[in-house]
DNA sequence: CCGTATCCAAAGTGATACTG
DNA sequence: CAGTATCACTTTGGATACGG
């Protein structure tokens, strides 16, 4: 395990991953596959553009797979890719990072950083 | 350790780590204190505005630390909290990730997925 | 149902100049 | 040296409409 923040590696990986929706996406679809409107539905303050538009960034960089049933109607089933699925627990594991630090933020600071 | 990802800590998270200098910074902090034009210098490419801003972004989030040394000419310390240096090792495992997600897209795909 | 293009408002960002 | 304010410019994102 080298120190990758390093090489600017982890500039790429932030431009795929900046943003409101790549995680909350991530989180939506780590119990499985769903459909376009199904993620709107999930997320009711994405817009259609948005979404359409972070689906392709995400599926681009390898995390989520898509399927397109040709049909009509049309049916597109969204999923992750086998890296999406070991990307969730890193993702968890920040948010449960954050978790400590709110809550050692609404704890009382150590005596010796009082005035 | 829960799965944080459902609580929407992850939405904060991402407001303050998204965008391209969050965890570069973090990197270049990572090995101790820096003035405010050293980090500027390290980073040829970020603006004066945009780099004041993002300082006071970070350590309003408890990531990173200020210290004013009242004197002329001014000089004041930026350096990563406690909270931040335990923010390094998950960013750093972010950059692993990728890595080898970019080995993956670089190797041969297995043989199920060639036409 | 899913996707894309267009148009327009809003947020983000750099350059610059000024202060303590 | 570090920080802030202003302004012009660029980018982003929502609404909408249309196509397959």
């Known amino acids: 395990m080298k120190n990758v923040v390093s090489d600017c590696s982890i500039e790429s990986i932030m431009r795929v991953l900046s943003g409101r929706w790549p995680t909350l996406l991530l989180y939506y679809l780590k119990d499985g596959t769903k ?8 997320n009711p303050t994405v817009s259609h553009r948005m979404l359409a538009l972070e689906l392709r960034k995400l599926e681009a960089a390898g995390i989520i797979s898509r399927i397109d049933h040709d ?8 999923g992750l890719t086998e890296a999406g699925r070991r990307l969730v627990p890193l993702i968890d594991a920040l ?3 954050w978790e400590e630090v709110e809550a050692e933020r609404g704890a009382a600071p150590p005596l010796s950083q009082v005035a």
Chains 1, 2 share one sequence.
Do not use: A, K, T
């Open 35 to 42: 459909r376009f409107n199904e993620l709107r539905r999930d």
């Open 95 to 97: 948010g449960n990072w």
């Open 71 to 78: 049909g009509y109607p049309r049916r597109v089933d969204y």
